[in-house]
């Protein structure tokens, strides 16, 4: 259809009215940008809160089970003490050799119980006790024939590929429970001939240390939950190896990432740049 017009005044007008139309579509498109925009910004603020609300509730959970480890760890240790040494005593008398499978089960149950308090009085310490400025990589090349043996023990591999670093503030004793807690973990999660990979390397932001299995994977449901206290997919576990980690690295200013699927889980330790602490 062709427009007709009277006047050149009608055809400015014209001309006027499509410049119009045209600005309004561009002013709607854009629009149209940044509402989605808009929107993808605030998708992405709701996960982070989720994210931090989840972590404000589970340090608030670790600050709980901290108190209570404070309160009462010491006081139940020293009668356990006082018992597994009757019990080993009694264990050696030739009457009561009989009893011994009986024997050998207390004190391993007495043992257990011993683990769990340790756990419990490792998730009380308010922040690292010996800070010292020292290679990550020569600590765990330290501890790396520890690991291995773990591993040889069920029939699995494990290889440390040290990247270059530089050296970070850390507790020695702490950072050391960390990585055997993650190193063990993972190996329980894979099958025989499995391999677990412990590498450390630079990111801008900071030192990474990496612990990756090839078990199958965890399950979402699961993933969310751990880090909680007592929470444990294992038949015998405590619930409280991962929690700690997650406390040392929170005494450390670090952070863990995880990222798991179907060829298996790799735990980062995300250590702060030694010179922004």
Not at 75 to 100: A, C, H
Not at 141 to 161: G, R, T, V
């Amino acid at each position: 259809m062709t427009a007709t017009f009277r006047t050149i005044k009608d055809w400015e007008e014209f001309v006027d009215f499509k410049k119009e139309i045209i600005r309004l579509r561009e002013e709607r498109v854009n629009l149209q940008t940044e509402v989605f925009s808009l929107k993808k910004s605030l998708k992405k603020e709701i996960t982070n809160r989720e994210y931090l609300e989840g972590e404000i509730a589970k340090l608030g959970r670790l600050n709980i089970i901290g108190q209570l480890a404070a309160g009462l760890g010491h006081e139940i240790r020293n009668p356990m003490t006082t018992i597994r040494g009757f019990l080993q005593m009694l264990q050696s008398k030739t009457d009561l050799l009989v009893y011994q499978n009986y024997f050998e089960l207390m004190i391993e149950e007495l043992d257990r119980a011993n683990l769990i308090i340790t756990n419990f009085l490792s998730l009380a310490k308010n922040k690292p006790t010996e800070i010292k400025r020292m290679d990550l990589n020569k600590l765990l090349e330290n501890l790396f024939p520890l690991l291995i043996a773990d591993a040889y023990s069920q029939d699995k591999k494990c290889i440390f590929q040290p990247g270059k670093i530089k050296e970070i503030n850390i507790d020695s004793n702490e950072i050391t429970q960390l990585v055997l807690n993650l190193a063990r973990n993972g190996l329980e999660a894979m099958e025989a001939n499995g391999c677990l990979t412990i590498e450390t390397f630079m990111e801008e932001d900071g030192i990474v240390l990496s612990v990756k299995d090839e078990g199958k994977g965890i399950d979402e449901e699961n993933l969310k939950k751990l880090g909680n206290p007592f929470f444990t997919t294992k038949e015998n576990g405590t619930g409280l190896g991962l929690p700690m980690c997650f406390r040392i690295a929170n005494r450390h200013h670090a952070h863990i990432d995880i990222d798991t699927g179907q060829d298996g889980t790799t735990f980062f330790v995300r250590f702060p740049n030694p010179f922004d602490e």
